[in-house]
């Protein structure tokens, strides 16, 4: 009866936010808050700075290894006449916490990044390579940081 309950506020909460969400029938967002998957997931914090040209981006991931905060500055144009379908890339930088290990690290991002008209969702697919520096085998570059992120637009 519990779980009924939760799904029923949950998906009550949903609804409305939905209805009153500014972006629900645009193609543009300011800021969009969602999750990030790769390997292990993340959760994904992306804002608008100036008129949809530029952005910032703050991911959290999480995985069996550790924690890795990452930070990026996003250059953003358009893939569509409507502006729904943009690309992006831009530098960047993280912090890893990896089983007893602390490594800093400078990041580049390229990806694609979806906006759906009808609803308050973004989709974005990117990839981060990295170089990093640090103790262990952690140290140079990597490529496979990246992911699918899913978010809900403001």
Do not use: C
């Not at 997931?41 to 981006?57: C, N, P, W, Y």
Request: aromatic share 14%; no cysteine; net charge positive.
């Amino acid at each position: 009866m519990k779980k009924l309950l939760f799904l029923f506020l949950f998906a009550g909460t949903l609804s409305t936010a939905m209805a009153q969400n500014a972006t629900t029938n645009s193609t543009e967002y300011k800021t969009a808050v969602g999750v990030k998957l790769w390997n292990g997931g993340g959760v994904s914090l992306k804002t608008f700075i100036s008129e949809r040209k530029h952005a910032l981006e703050f991911i959290g991931y999480f995985d069996r290894y550790g924690t890795r905060i990452s930070g990026l500055y996003e250059f953003h144009g358009n893939l569509s006449s409507e502006g729904a379908l943009k690309w992006y890339a831009g530098p960047g930088v993280h912090v890893g916490l990896y089983r007893g290990i602390t490594a800093v690290g400078v990041d580049g991002v390229v990806g694609i990044d979806y906006k759906f008209t009808n609803m308050p969702l973004n989709l974005a697919l990117d990839w981060q390579p990295s170089f990093e520096l640090g103790s262990g085998s952690r140290n140079g570059f990597n490529g496979n940081w990246g992911g699918f992120a899913i978010r809900f637009t403001l």
